[in-house]
């Protein structure tokens, strides 16, 4: 499978701990990025990456979020001291620059639910 | 700020039906738009990105039109079949930024 992959799918914690997610994207791609969609909702920007390098950050992306893509291949999510409102779907994507179309490819994502 | 709104929030249409499904956005200084398709609680499929330089893409059973001017895409689903049953999201990425941003979707029922 060549796709993006993303672990765990489903997550459930309590609050009050803290969670990472790992999202592995296409092998080609250098452009990673970081979704979180609610139910009902489309999905809202988190964050995103250029190989090793966070080019952009979302204001929802408060200081007990953190990414890192740390080989500029996968990446990481993790929340510190979860809160109920944290819970989602987090989804990630990649796509290849050095093209004209930067078309994003999505992964199945990680459910949070924080109890 | 960009703003992106989807119209009908969802449809319901027996099989066989044509049907367009609206996006419509505030800011027509986009890069490109693309459509994707989202399974209940899975991740998004794309179905169609159009460059901001083209006014549609053809892909199968479906066309998606781009008028920058007005500010408006469509997704026409030709022969509507039970399959096609999901919620279609459109996103479009501005100029000097990578991020898309997405309406809320158009869940849509195709009954037998």
């Known amino acids: 499978d060549t796709g993006v992959s993303q672990n765990p799918r489903h997550k459930i914690t309590k609050r009050g701990q803290n969670v990472t997610f790992r999202c592995d994207p296409i092998?080609?791609?250098?452009?990673l990025y970081w979704y979180r969609q609610t139910l009902g909702q489309g999905p809202e920007f988190l964050t995103y990456f250029q190989n090793e390098a966070q080019l952009e950050k979302s204001r929802l992306l408060s200081d007990r979020f953190s990414a890192e893509r740390p080989k500029g291949s996968f990446s990481t999510l993790e929340i510190q001291r979860t809160e109920q409102g944290d819970s989602a779907m987090y989804l990630c994507?990649?796509?290849?620059?050095?093209?004209?179309?930067?078309?994003?490819?999505f992964g199945p994502g990680t459910r949070l639910t924080v109890t | 700020k960009q703003e992106v709104t989807q119209i009908p929030a969802a449809l319901s249409v027996p099989e066989g039906e044509n049907l367009v499904l609206n996006c419509s956005f505030t800011?027509?200084?986009?890069?490109?738009l693309q459509w994707f398709r989202q399974d209940p609680g899975k991740g998004l499929t794309s179905l169609l990105l159009i460059q901001s330089s083209q006014r549609e893409q053809t892909s199968g059973r479906l066309n998606a039109s781009l008028d920058k001017s007005s500010g408006r895409s469509t997704l026409y689903i030709a022969a509507s079949q039970p399959g096609d049953s999901a919620t279609y999201l459109c996103?479009?990425?501005?100029?000097?930024?990578?991020?898309?941003?997405f309406g809320t979707g158009t869940r849509l029922q195709v009954f037998p």
């Open positions: 994507a990649s796509s290849a620059s050095g093209t004209d179309l930067y078309e994003q490819y």
């Open positions: 996103a479009l990425r501005n100029y000097n930024t990578d991020k898309l941003i």
């Open positions: 092998s080609e791609h250098n452009r």
């Open positions: 800011d027509s200084a986009i890069y490109n």
